[in-house]
């Protein structure tokens, strides 16, 4: 059985547990949970070996289809180290092509690439880092008019775009959805990282009502790339918690992360009742 | 009831802790698991890693036998 078969054979089962079980008039025994096979259990044993970390979350992360959006700077880490923990559907969208003035931040291209699709450049490393997921590149511009279609289906959202519109427009399809989602966004040296499970803590425009009336584009303003790997690596963590449990994400609030002085600050933030985006969810 | 039994003798670490956590996941609390190994650092890091995560260990020769905490 290939991976892809194997993957589809477990959602058959477990719906064919669920029902079986639905019919059931005596409750049965909880039944065993799939196996690992003997290569994914060498692939993901430094994660396995966590005493957090055992075969129900590596089976709940390789069950999961994530979505990413921005194959750049934060969208490299979180592809990278999603791919490489085993969730076994990626998409990867972005509608810009590689230029050389990304390379110095954005870890999934390499000089060859400029020119190319970054949707596509990201989707061949990832195959390139683990075969046995299925990644799915976009070239598409998520917006308000598309963003709820994309999040549709989704089991977590990875928001690693660049610009406010989108992130709103996001914000607000994953609340629609009550599609789970990370935040993020970085600057010179600094950023931020939120985690927003819609409906029970605080969304991005709960924290953010308004967008900063002078916020720079990366254009205009300098990034540097180990500081956009942080919290980029810092959102593909926020991932994993909120795929697995296995540590309480960064919810009802985000954190401040101020490299130049090595300042990290958790802000707190509440759920506002009149938030058009998730105020009725 | 039989002990399971596992055999790690030809892992190495971290896959020698890795697989004895995941036939104690499977397991019932009360149950054991008879582990088989070979001589080094498998022998001094499973039964240490095992108490650790809360399970009673014995260790006879090469055999070290753990119930499920």
């Known amino acids: 059985m290939t991976d892809n078969s194997r993957r589809g054979f477990f959602r058959e089962l477990a719906s064919v547990v669920a029902s079986a079980r639905e019919a059931a008039t005596e409750p049965e025994p909880e039944a065993p949970p799939p196996d690992l096979t003997d290569a994914e259990i060498e692939r993901y044993s430094r994660q396995l070996v966590l ?3 055992g075969a129900a979350a590596q089976l709940a992360v390789n069950e999961a289809s994530v979505l990413v959006i921005g194959a750049g700077a934060l969208g490299a880490p979180v592809a990278l180290y999603l791919a490489g923990a085993g969730v076994g559907r990626i998409g990867i969208l972005d509608d810009d092509a590689v230029e050389l003035s990304n390379l110095h931040r954005q870890l999934l291209h390499f ?3 400029v020119g ?3 949707a596509e450049s990201a989707a061949a490393k990832l195959r390139y880092l683990n075969p046995d997921i299925v990644v799915e590149p976009y070239q598409v511009h998520a917006d308000a008019e598309n963003a709820a279609a994309l999040v549709e289906g989704q089991d977590l959202v990875v928001d690693c775009s660049d610009s406010f519109a989108t992130r ?5 399809a994953c609340c629609a959805a009550r599609v789970p989602l990370v935040e993020a966004g970085v600057l010179g040296m600094s950023g931020l990282v939120m985690s927003i499970k819609p409906g029970r803590t605080a969304c991005y425009r709960c924290a953010f009502p308004v967008e900063p009336l002078d916020a720079p584009r990366c254009a205009d303003a300098g990034v540097l790339g180990p500081a956009a790997g ?4 810092l959102q593909a963590l926020e991932a994993l918690k909120l795929l697995t449990g296995v540590a309480p994400p960064i919810a009802d609030g985000f954190l401040q992360v101020d490299l130049a002085t090595a300042e990290f600050l958790r802000v707190h933030a509440s759920r506002r009742a009149d938030c058009p985006d998730c105020g009725d969810v | 009831m039989r002990a399971r039994t596992l055999d790690i003798s030809a892992l190495t670490c971290p896959l020698t802790w890795v697989r004895t956590k995941l036939e104690l996941e499977r397991m019932a609390p009360g149950e054991t698991l008879e582990v088989r190994c070979s001589q080094g650092e498998a022998l001094e890091q499973v039964p ?3 108490r650790e995560a809360g399970h009673a260990v014995s260790v006879d020769g090469t055999t070290i036998r753990i119930v499920r905490g």
């Open chain 1, 51 to 53: 005493p957090e970390w």
């Open chain 1, 230 to 233: 942080v919290i980029g690596s």
């Open chain 1, 168 to 172: 709103y427009a996001v914000n607000a």
């Open chain 1, 116 to 118: 190319v699709a970054k």
């Open chain 1, 111 to 113: 000089t060859p690439d």
């Open chain 2, 48 to 50: 240490r890693s095992a």
